[in-house]
């Protein structure tokens, strides 16, 4: 059947079972506009490319199948480029259209022209711009599957305004990718490995991960009695409610945990890189052992060299290993490392009337186990990372890039996919302002979600390090912030100010049940987390968490 290159593309994608699409719509690449005006997807469209993107890129995290997102060329795609580094820094599959300058005009730097290859070469797993119409479909089969083959990222297809034009008869045929299993002979070393050990530890990170490969994991690390850290912002990748639940590995991480990971002899790395973050800048690998598990062969020895290299989907090798026979091993290291972790869940009081750690208690005690929690970057997000409780995949949605903006768009992608579930937004002052045009698309598409605002009036991560690094020579780091409650309620948002601890869960019962998106700003004291502190000297003075 005979059809234009844009309406075969919106086929493709509807081929390939997108059933969301995020954008801001542009001139350049129109006439896929008016194809999926036919399409059974639902397309939302935002205030911001960067939203756009950053809500391709959790609906990815969320589905494990590339978030879709169509931009205009130019300023459309370095706007939404920050959501491409996001995906490509958490192995989250995304597929990024962007328009581009009819063929004719390609190389004569025309209006709003750009060479995404060079541009975006870098952060996407591949970058195609198709020479016609027929080449188009071959480009979005190639895309779908670059994007989940391997370790998942971000994939990047160039549309020129005439290749759309075009007629075709070429159909998307999705392509099927390899997926790769452990070999029987690396089970079988994997178990030798670990009756020789008398110390390891399983790791779990980012890259192909599902709710059945979180339940294989903690089956086998139980039968074994491994204690199992997560990488940083995992946390949801294995239930924290699990006996050999270890932690997070994370900037300021508990110090029992750092030991833990120093003082093994054994690394079982499930997906994952060991990254600098989870590794206290690889601080904490003293020789050990390593067994990397991973579907990329790249991968597998790009940063780290292992005494065995699985090249293996995390989701088989979970069955498999889950299968087992399990080794005996004395339980008291995996039962110390939890009890360790769920005394890090404990708190002194800091200062001001407003105690975010309180909040948190709150909501790990309120929400149920499907309920998503989402965040950006900023000092902030240590209160969900310290005190929330993960008890399911797929629960958890923060940027492992550290891009601040990300929590709100993330948050309502997750409503659009799960009408059904609560949706809570953990945002800074400054991380909300970066997103907060976003309120009207939550409006406009009916996106109810529950923000909670944590406003100490600066940009608190950076005045850490400058109260440290330059004491008493504070400059840029201090917000003049809006009303944020009647900021809301111009949207037509429900908005109200939390200004002690014990007013929260009642405003919070408020919020859940406004039947519109909702705002609570929690009024916290600068000094909560004294900006010249990490969590651990925070720790230590009693200001914070313990």
Request: glycine share 8%.
């Amino acid at each position: 059947m005979s059809r234009t290159a844009a309406q075969a593309l919106v086929r493709g994608l509807e081929r390939h079972g997108t059933e969301l699409a995020f954008c801001v719509p542009g001139e350049s690449y129109i006439s896929v506009l008016d194809a999926l005006h036919d399409s059974s997807i639902r397309l939302i469209s935002t205030r911001h490319e960067a939203a756009a993107a950053n809500m391709a890129e959790a609906y990815g995290k969320l589905t494990g199948r590339p978030g879709v997102c169509l931009v205009t060329r130019g300023p459309g795609t370095t706007h939404a480029s920050v959501g491409i580094h996001t995906a490509w820094q958490d192995s989250t599959p995304l597929l990024l259209l962007v328009g581009q300058v009819p063929r004719r005009l390609l190389g004569t730097d025309a209006f709003q022209e750009m060479d995404y290859e060079r541009f975006l070469g870098s952060t996407a797993k591949a970058v195609f711009q198709p020479a016609s119409g027929d080449d188009l479909a071959a480009a979005v089969a190639r895309g779908f599957l670059a994007a989940t083959e391997g370790r998942p990222g971000p994939v990047v297809i160039a549309l020129p305004e005439d290749v759309l034009a075009e007629t075709t008869e070429a159909e998307v045929v999705p392509l099927e990718a390899d997926e790769p299993i452990a070999p029987d002979g690396d089970l079988k070393r994997l178990r030798a490995l670990l009756e020789g050990a008398e110390r390891p530890l399983v790791v779990v990170g980012e890259g192909g991960w599902s709710e059945r490969t979180a339940a294989d994991v903690v089956a086998f690390c139980e039968a074994n009695e491994l204690p199992v850290a997560a990488s940083f912002r995992c946390q949801d990748y294995v239930d924290n409610t699990s006996r050999c639940y270890a932690g997070h590995l994370t900037l300021g991480m508990a110090p029992t945990l750092a030991e833990l990971v120093e003082e093994s002899d054994l690394l079982l790395a499930i997906g994952g890189r060991l990254g600098d973050i989870s590794t206290r800048g690889y601080s904490l690998l003293q020789g050990q052992t390593l067994v990397h598990v991973h579907p990329d062969p790249v991968e597998l020895r790009r940063v780290h060299e292992p005494a065995l290299a699985v090249r293996s989907t995390v989701e088989s090798f979970a069955e498999l290993a889950s299968r087992l026979d399990p080794v005996p091993r004395d339980p008291g290291r995996a039962a110390e490392a939890h009890e360790n972790y769920f005394a890090t869940l404990c708190y002194k009081p800091a200062p001001g009337p407003v105690e975010v750690a309180a909040v948190m208690e709150h909501l790990r005690k309120r929400l149920p186990p499907d309920a998503i929690l989402c965040s950006g970057a900023g000092n902030f997000t240590v209160w969900a990372h310290r005190f929330y409780v993960f008890r399911r995949y797929g629960t958890q949605l923060a940027p492992q890039s550290g891009a601040m903006g990300y929590g709100l768009p993330a948050a309502l992608a997750a409503r659009a996919l799960h009408p059904d579930r609560i949706i809570v937004c953990l945002a800074g002052d400054g991380d909300f302002l970066m997103s907060a045009g976003e309120l009207a698309t939550a409006i406009q598409y009916d996106l109810p979600v529950v923000i909670l605002l944590v406003n100490n009036g600066m940009y608190g991560t950076i005045r850490m390090h400058q109260e440290r690094k330059y004491p008493g020579r504070v400059v840029g780091t201090d917000l003049v912030n809006p009303d944020f409650v009647r900021y809301a309620e111009s949207f037509g948002a429900f908005g109200e100010a939390v200004a002690r601890t014990d007013e929260f869960p009642a405003a919070f019962e408020r919020a859940l049940t406004a039947g519109t998106p909702a705002l609570l700003e929690l009024r916290v004291d600068p000094e909560a987390l004294s900006p010249g502190q990490t969590l651990s000297e925070a720790r230590a003075s009693g200001a914070s968490a313990r």
